[in-house]
């Protein structure tokens, strides 16, 4: 009945709640976490601009609006992602498969792989760094004397 139309995770009403609620709460999400107002001082008081817009309301009223451009599209995407398991289980691939590779997996992989390359990075600029330190000069410059 209705209970069992609700609870059946490959089923069409599961899954546009589930969407649904995803593309709520990530607006929520950024509602709580970015704030237009904040940024526009941050840019201002560290001498930055948007080109063509005013600082101070007018940046604020403009971040404001293009957050909420961008929110929608990303929000669906993130609700395709979600319920993508489902879509290829009814393609006939295998549950397990679709779940392993599933939308939540994926998210998580490919965030650790991109948390793991900027720490690779960070460390091969250190290196760079300390390399330059220990010399006492500028690679790749001849010392050149004045005199």
């Known amino acids: 009945g209705f209970a069992a ?6 089923g069409f009403w599961y899954n546009f709640v589930f969407a649904l ?8 999400y950024t509602a709580i976490t970015i704030n237009p107002n904040q940024m526009a001082e941050d840019m201002k008081k560290n001498n930055g601009f948007i080109p063509g ?3 101070g309301k007018r940046t604020a009223d403009f971040i404001d609006q293009i957050m ?9 995407f993130l609700a395709f992602v ?5 879509i290829v289980g009814h393609i006939g691939v295998s549950s397990q498969f679709a779940q392993f590779y ?5 998210l998580i992989l490919v965030g650790v792989v991109l948390d793991t390359l900027q720490q690779i990075e960070s460390h091969l600029l250190m290196r760079h760094y300390d390399g330059l330190t220990k010399s006492g000069r500028i690679k790749g410059r001849s010392s050149i004397s004045m005199g």
Request: aromatic share 12%; hydrophobic share 50%; proline share 8%.
């Open 82 to 86: 979600a319920i993508m398991p489902a």
């Open 102 to 106: 599933g939308g939540t997996s994926l």
């Open 53 to 55: 817009v005013k600082p």
């Open 68 to 76: 909420s451009r961008i929110t929608l599209p990303g929000s669906m």
């Open 21 to 28: 609620l995803i593309i709520v709460f990530t607006y929520f």
């Open 5 to 10: 139309a609700f609870t059946n995770i490959q």
